[in-house]
Structure formats: structure tokens, C-alpha cells
């Protein structure tokens, strides 16, 4: 009965072309900013291409191959017209690994001929854009709502610190040759240092990621990412939108 009058007032205002407004709906927000950390890391598996693991058979015993990872965090600014996101973020990564001894493959194997390595304040700051694509796992018109984001992006990072390294004694690129001349590299490290590991001073920050992002009441969300961020990472991130 009801519908039926407002369905003819509605054609009679049609009909004279005031279509009658629909309800205003609240805008979703087209701007986020947040707080984001990951952790960072190389799978050892990746490592193992290029250089013996310690636990392999005939490794120079108790100088372990270091793990590489790190802690990154960041600030994030979005442009979210959905269900697209774009991250403007700058960031800093600190290299967290252990000074270690790195052992390159060959065959038959030297065990003896690594360089130990010590990494002095080695990291990032950075600065990238990331894109996501963002499919709502709810309704979006929740008060709370959850999401999976999926995407990727490219920045920039300008390296700081250095890995420092000894070589074996007898190595011709030995800067103190009469040094420890015939020890291996992690029982030279009262010697001078042989050199720094070449790592260009600008890399670029390359992203490929998913998400799971919650929505709180139009203000506010919360999220955790995995993928890969330069290296592989595994991360949350919070803030406000708006
Ligand atoms: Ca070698
Ligand atoms: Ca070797």
C-alpha cells in the first residue's frame, strides 16, 4: 500500500524531472595515514646458492654463516578511491644480522678461503609507492569491516653503513699481508680490514604483497602485511583514514 503511493509519487515526480534525492551515503574515506613495521629477511635456502651453510660437512666450525634480517619502519600516506590503495611511504631498515663468516661454494670445496664479515649500522632509508588492490572480505558499509589487499610497488633506498671484511692470510688483496698471513679470515680480525662488500648506494625497494586490512568505523584500520619488500617481510601497520 505504502509502496505503491510512493511509487507513484515517485513516477509523478519523475515525470516532471524532480527525481527526489536518495539518501545521502557517508562518503568512504579517500585518505589514510599510518605507522608501518616489518621484519624483514633472506630465506637461508637463497643463501645457500652461493655459500656453504655451517652445518654442512667440513664447515669451519664455530663461525656460523649469518642470518640476514632486519627491522623496518615507516610512515605511510594513501590515496584509497576504491578499491584501489596507493602507499606514499618513506621508511628506514636496520640491518640486524650478526657479524659472520661467509664461505662461497665451489667445488671441491675450500672451507677455509670465506670472509668474515662485520656490518657497521648497515640499512635503508627509503621512500616508494605501493599499490594495492583491495577486495572487502564484509560488506564495506559495516561499521567494521575486513579486507585483502593485494599489489605491488617500487621505491627508492639510499644504503647506510658498510660490511666490512677480512680475507684469509695469504689472499693477494691482503691489506696487512704479514698479518696472521696464514690464518683464516675470522682469526684476522685484529688485522687491518681488507676491504667493504660492494653494495651499490642506491637500490631500488621493490614490493610485491598482500594484506588483510580492518576498517573501524570509517576512521580508523589496522593491518598485517606479507610478502616481499625488498627482502622477504612480514609486518602490521595502523593509522587513521579519513
Ligand atoms: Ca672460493
Ligand atoms: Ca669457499
Not at 505503491?4 to 527525481?19: F, H, K, L, N, R
Request: aromatic residues 14%; charged residues 20%; proline residues 10%.
Amino acid at each position: 500500500m505504502w509502496a505503491c503511493w510512493w511509487a507513484a509519487a515517485a513516477m509523478a515526480i519523475d515525470a516532471v524531472g524532480e527525481v527526489p534525492a536518495a539518501p545521502a551515503a557517508s562518503e568512504p574515506p579517500k585518505y589514510a595515514v599510518g605507522a608501518r613495521y616489518k621484519h624483514m629477511w633472506i630465506p637461508a635456502s637463497l643463501l645457500d646458492i652461493w655459500f656453504f651453510a655451517d652445518d654442512e660437512p667440513g664447515a669451519l666450525a664455530g663461525y656460523p654463516r649469518p642470518t640476514l634480517k632486519g627491522e623496518l619502519v615507516g610512515i605511510e600516506f594513501a590515496l584509497q578511491p576504491r578499491p584501489n590503495n596507493f602507499l606514499f611511504y618513506v621508511e628506514y631498515f636496520k640491518l640486524t644480522s650478526a657479524d659472520g663468516y661467509f664461505d662461497d661454494r665451489e667445488s671441491p670445496a675450500d672451507h677455509g678461503d670465506g670472509d668474515w664479515v662485520e656490518f657497521q649500522n648497515m640499512g635503508y632509508a627509503g621512500f616508494g609507492v605501493d599499490y594495492r588492490y583491495e577486495f572487502p572480505i564484509l560488506d564495506d558499509s559495516k561499521d567494521v569491516w575486513p579486507s585483502f589487499l593485494v599489489g605491488g610497488g617500487l621505491g627508492v633506498g639510499v644504503v647506510t653503513g658498510a660490511a666490512v671484511q677480512w680475507y684469509p692470510g695469504g689472499h693477494p688483496d691482503n691489506v696487512e699481508p704479514a698479518c696472521e698471513p696464514i690464518a683464516p679470515s675470522p682469526l684476522r680480525t685484529g688485522c687491518e680490514p681488507d676491504g667493504e662488500a660492494r653494495i651499490p648506494p642506491v637500490l631500488p625497494i621493490i614490493d610485491i604483497g598482500m594484506a588483510l586490512k580492518v576498517h573501524i568505523k570509517d576512521r580508523a584500520w589496522v593491518r598485517a602485511d606479507f610478502g616481499l619488500h625488498e627482502f622477504l617481510s612480514a609486518g602490521a601497520a595502523a593509522g587513521g583514514e579519513f
